[in-house]
T-cell receptor
Framework: IAGITQAPTSQILAAGRRMTLRCTQDMRHNAMYWYRQDLGLGLRLIHYSNTAGTTGKGEVPDGYSVSRANTDDFPLTLASAVPSQTSVYFC?????????????FGPGTRLTVL | GQNIDQPTEMTATEGAIVQINCTYQTSGFNGLFWYQQHAGEAPTFLSYNVLDGLEEKGRFSSFLSRSKGYSYLLLKELQMKDSASYLCAAKDSNYQLIWGAGTKLIIKP
């Protein structure tokens, strides 16, 4: 593994189903993030984690949950998917959560909720 | 509220120069980032400014004016591979990035 991986690459999901998007990084970064990207809108932060064992809510957290049991993994769970959660989801990481810390992005998961 | 504004789309000619502007309004400020995103791919880091002035990195330069809440990305000697979206993002007082919707740059031969 080099960098950040996400799984699955794409998924079609029936409304009401539970879904977990996986994210793993091998850079030993402390901070990790989940964004969604929708056409015409900027990336919007869903949840973040500044260090293993801690998580925080971003701009659009409703309907999503995260956990950070260790440094490398940061899964995002949709408890009961709705069509408005159709989006491209990006996981990102940075060495720390401070001012100058560029974020590195995974390849994304394209999710369609029907 | 927090807001980032940048043009939706720009067109330029191969070999030319293009300037992509960005204005920002955030609660607190901890730097301005530019990212490049090719269609269907992840964003990749281009530049970071926290002090006023110009930062040059090869064909790409980025400028910041904190007093005006303004930044621009300058791309010189445009190549076809520069066709992409360019994302402006400002880091707020909580060290979270606030993102613009991106500027789609179309390069014509």
């Amino acid at each position: 593994i080099a960098g950040i991986t996400q799984a699955p690459t794409s998924q079609i999901l029936a409304a009401g189903r539970r879904m977990t998007l996986r994210c793993t990084q091998d850079m030993r970064h402390n901070a990790m993030y989940w964004y969604r990207q929708d056409l015409g809108l900027g990336l919007r932060l869903i949840h973040y984690s500044n260090t293993a064992g801690t998580t925080g809510k971003g701009e659009v957290p409703d309907g999503y949950s995260v956990s950070r049991a260790n440094t490398d993994d940061f899964p995002l769970t949709l408890a009961s998917a709705v069509p408005s959660q159709t989006s491209v989801y990006f996981c990102a990481s940075s060495e720390r959560a401070g001012a100058y810390n560029e974020q590195f992005f995974g390849p994304g998961t394209r999710l369609t909720v029907l | 509220g927090q807001n980032i504004d940048q043009p939706t789309e720009m067109t330029a000619t191969e070999g030319a120069i293009v300037q992509i502007n960005c204005t920002y309004q955030t609660s607190g400020f901890n730097g301005l980032f530019w990212y490049q995103q090719h269609a269907g791919e992840a964003p990749t880091f281009l530049s970071y400014n926290v002090l006023d002035g110009l930062e040059e990195k090869g064909r790409f330069s980025s400028f910041l004016s904190r007093s005006k809440g303004y930044s621009y990305l300058l791309l010189k000697e445009l190549q076809m591979k520069d066709s992409a979206s360019y994302l402006c993002a400002a880091k707020d007082s909580n060290y979270q990035l606030i993102w613009g919707a991106g500027t789609k740059l179309i390069i014509k031969p």
